[in-house]
């Protein structure tokens, strides 16, 4: 190549992305090269990657068309992140945005990869459909988004996958549990958190075989996670030859579950189980009592596993059950990540939520992937360049890799998650692990 054609490819390239700095830019070598003088022409490598003579001498358009993230030199390696930090679980939200930044800080602290920073674009998914819709137009719209943590809700999640599989951006949610959010039709649908199918049965199980209980009720909120789980509950608990006396639905938001649960009473269950957040959750067990529900079990899921629910239910939560989707705890770094936390943020992780580990995860996996796949296009004065499509096969290729929850794996439809459930039971006002996972 002449001095001429590579400076004609150097001005595209900056002007292109539009760079203020162009001419620094420009002369800026890659991490692992001997810096040239500007007015010298490179030398030839003596030995290329595989294709990059493909990639040298395309413009930044091109390069974008042909399906790659182009980075400047200086320019931060860009995750996206959909969280819920508004709408009905806004402390579990924010615990997860926490915990993003956290890993992008750990990140960084290593030096980030290849001279590259690495940048988290926070954006609120609010736990909702539409929000995730609106917040993947943003990031299908910005081509220096890489790949996506989150989103935290199913609703939320599916609102964003559509749209991410049509610009080919990889996510994976730390938290999304619906068995259609991992699907053969995705291939950029990815997550740590694991299937709520696995947790509706566990849970039956666990109710039907261990608390011999062999008659419940069921109540779900109106959100797509509450009636999901919910039904998976019911068709589990039936299947092991359990009754199902009611299969009831309240809004998110109420206050006054004392009509659906005067109905409920009529046939006496022996367990209540609801699928939903931890607020009304705690009112359904306060109100339980005031309708002759009294002596009847109450068990609900992750949602209520938090302080939230203590508060609200009081000392009634006594003996009331809880499950969580939970991983197998690397207990050093947990210690390393909790103190951390607690100096970045002032709070104990787990006064905000349970997901700060899984969206830590959640941003190392997308990492991890990103950095077995990006190359230098030493022809294009030291960008770095990482192609989608093969981003997408790393995510799903990740084997072995350790994170905060566990050991992560990825399978052919983008489930990565370690560990399995667990049963909490409420003694003296705190939660005590009585079965799953984990439990010695």
């Known amino acids: 190549m002449t001095r001429k054609s590579f400076l004609t490819i150097g001005l595209l390239i900056c002007a292109a992305l539009v760079l203020g700095a162009c001419s620094s830019a420009a002369t800026e070598a890659p991490p692992t090269a001997v810096p040239a003088p500007a007015t010298d022409v490179p030398p030839e490598p003596t030995e290329e990657p595989a294709d990059m003579g493909l990639l040298m001498g395309m413009s930044v358009e091109e390069l974008m068309e042909a399906g790659y993230v182009v980075i400047a030199p200086g320019d931060p390696i860009r995750l996206g992140a959909s969280v819920a930090l508004t709408g009905p679980i806004p402390d579990p939200g924010r615990d997860i945005a926490n915990g993003n930044e956290i890993a992008i800080d750990d990140l960084n602290a290593d030096g980030g990869y ?7 674009v926070l954006e609120d998914g609010a736990c909702d459909g539409d929000a995730g819709k609106v917040v993947g137009n943003k990031f299908a719209a910005d081509p220096s988004i890489v790949a996506v943590a989150g989103g935290t809700c199913t609703g939320e999640t599916l609102g964003l996958a559509p749209i991410l599989e049509a610009a080919s951006i990889p996510f994976v949610s730390p938290s999304a549990t619906k068995p259609s959010i991992t699907t053969p039709d995705c291939s950029v649908c990815n997550r740590v958190a694991l299937s709520e199918k696995l947790q509706g049965e566990f849970d039956a199980a666990y109710v039907y075989n261990t608390l011999a209980i062999t008659k419940v009720a069921v109540m779900y909120d109106n959100g797509d996670y509450g009636l999901g789980l919910a039904g998976l509950f019911r068709d589990a608990f039936e299947a092991l030859g359990g009754t199902v006396t009611d299969f009831s639905g309240v809004q998110v938001g109420d206050t006054d579950f004392r009509a659906a649960l005067t109905l409920i009473a009529v046939n006496a269950p022996e367990l209540i189980f609801f699928g939903g957040n931890a607020l009304e959750a705690g009112l359904i067990v306060v109100q339980m009592n005031e309708v002759g529900l009294g002596d009847a079990v109450f068990m609900s899921d992750d949602r209520a596993f938090l302080q939230q629910y203590l508060d609200t239910a009081g000392d009634l939560a006594e003996g009331t059950y809880i499950s969580f989707v939970a991983g197998d705890e690397v207990a ?34 997308l990492a991890d992937a990103i950095m077995r796949v990006a190359v230098m296009d030493e022809g294009g004065e030291g960008y770095m360049l990482i192609e989608r499509e093969a981003l997408i096969k790393a995510i799903r290729e990740t084997s072995g890799l350790v994170g905060l929850a566990g050991i992560m794996t990825c399978t052919a439809i983008g489930d990565c998650g370690a560990g399995g459930i667990q049963i909490f039971q409420v003694q003296d006002g705190a939660f005590v692990q009585v079965s799953g996972f984990g439990l010695e």
Do not use: C, Q, R
């Open 114 to 120: 290849m001279g590259h920073a690495w940048e988290l």
């Open 332 to 365: 050093e770094a947990n210690e390393i990540f909790d103190a951390k936390y607690l100096e970045k943020f002032g709070v104990s992780p787990d006064d905000l939520g349970t997901l700060h580990g899984k969206a830590y995860d959640a941003v190392n996996l």
